[in-house]
């Protein structure tokens, strides 16, 4: 199956009452207003952190692993 067709399946079990929310969403995705589109806004996010970051970011959010500590 395509990403085309999970798309279009996960949408088609959506209650009516969501789909005004999904269209305003992808509108924006293909928004060409000489703006920068939200994807190419999201493509842009660097994040810089300890290369175990995402593994535990748990410890890093409770405060037992310091960022500050675990830089590269």
């Not at 088609?12 to 589109?37: R, W």
């Not at 996010?45 to 310091?66: A, Q, T, V």
């Amino acid at each position: 199956m395509t990403i085309r067709e999970k798309i279009v399946s996960k949408v088609q079990k959506l209650p009516d009452s969501a789909l005004a929310e999904v269209y305003e969403f992808v509108e924006n995705l293909d928004k060409d207003d000489g703006e920068p589109s939200l994807m190419e806004r999201l493509r842009k996010i660097k994040i810089n952190g300890p290369r175990d970051f995402s593994r535990n970011i748990d410890l890093y959010l409770s405060g037992e692993k310091k960022v500050s500590e675990n830089l590269d």
